[in-house]
């Protein structure tokens, strides 16, 4: 069974930063498109981030120029570089895997989840 593991979250203030982690296992991780999403209490899970297989990344418009997505196939770990945070980046943040199709942003394309890691900017 494959396992995404998130961590990194925490409390930061608004303008810090923060390393979000996502650890697979049993997974061909060079071969899937992985995201992050968000979801923040009272609204529903939104896309943040992707890469695909070649490496190319999409960003949500609320993110961009701020963070930054990657990935290290041999150490089987996606991450999202977090910079300028707001307030508003406050969230349950998700690693996804396994993409069915369609909009890479979208929750509803992905059959693999983590846990979540709580992110918490004050202001």
């Known amino acids: 069974q494959v396992h995404l593991v998130e961590s990194g979250g925490g409390l930061v203030q608004a303008g810090g930063s923060l390393r979000l982690t996502c650890t697979t296992s049993?997974?061909?991780?060079?071969?899937?498109?992985m995201a992050w999403f968000r979801q923040a209490p009272g609204k529903e899970r939104e896309g943040v981030a992707d890469?695909?297989?070649?490496?190319?990344?999409t960003y949500a418009d609320s993110v961009k120029d701020r963070f930054t997505i990657s990935k290290d196939n041999a150490k089987r770990t996606l991450y999202l570089q977090m910079n300028s945070l707001k307030h508003d980046d406050t969230a349950m943040y998700y690693c996804?895997?396994?993409?069915?199709?369609?909009?890479?942003?979208?929750?509803?394309?992905?059959?693999?989840w983590g846990q979540g890691t709580q992110v918490t900017v004050s202001s």
């Open positions: 996804a895997a396994e993409f069915f199709g369609g909009n890479r942003l979208a929750p509803n394309g992905y059959g693999k």
């Open positions: 049993r997974l061909p991780f060079e071969d899937f498109t």
């Open positions: 890469m695909n297989t070649v490496g190319s990344a």
